[in-house]
Nanobody, 125 residues
Framework: QVQLVESGGGLVQAGGSLRLSCAGS????????MGWFRQAPGKDREFVAH????????YYANSVKGRFIISRDTAKNTAYLQMNNLKPEDTAVYYC??????????????????WGQGTLVTVSS
C-alpha cells in the first residue's frame, strides 16, 4: 500500500505562486511515477503534470506548461508542484497520485493506483 499526503494549498492572488508537496510512504512506495491532477467545482478531474520517479522526466498539461514545474526528491519520498503566475482558472482541489505504470496513459486518472486527500488552491482575481 501507498499513502500520499498533500500540503501547501491556500489562497493566493492572481500572478502569485504556491508550491504543493506530496509526501509518500508505504512498503510499495516509491511507485514508478507520480502525477498531479486538479478538480474545480462542477468539473471533471483533469491532468496537470506527471513525473517519472527514477528519471525525473516531466509531462505537463498545455494549460499549465511554462507556469508549473513538477519535481521530486527521492531522498525525501516527496513530489512537488511549483505553481507560478497563477490564474483564477487554476482554482481547484489539487490531488497527487502514484502509478505503477510509468508514463503509460499518464494523463488519465484511471492510470493511477493511489491518491492523496487533496489540497485546495484558490486564486483570487
Amino acid at each position: 500500500q501507498v499513502q500520499l499526503v498533500e500540503s501547501g494549498g491556500g489562497l493566493v492572488q492572481a500572478g502569485g505562486s504556491l508550491r504543493l508537496s506530496c509526501a509518500g510512504s508505504g512498503h510499495t512506495f516509491p511507485s514508478d511515477a507520480m502525477g498531479w491532477f486538479r478538480q474545480a467545482p462542477g468539473k471533471d478531474r483533469e491532468f496537470v503534470a506527471h513525473i517519472g520517479w527514477s528519471n525525473g522526466r516531466p509531462y505537463y498539461a498545455n494549460s499549465v506548461k511554462g507556469r508549473f514545474i513538477i519535481s521530486r526528491d527521492t531522498a525525501k519520498n516527496t513530489a512537488y508542484l511549483q505553481m507560478n503566475n497563477l490564474k483564477p482558472e487554476d482554482t481547484a482541489v489539487y490531488y497527487c497520485a502514484a502509478t505503477t505504470l510509468g508514463r503509460i496513459n499518464y494523463y488519465r486518472a484511471r492510470t493511477y493506483d493511489y491518491w492523496g486527500q487533496g489540497t485546495l488552491v484558490t486564486v483570487s482575481s
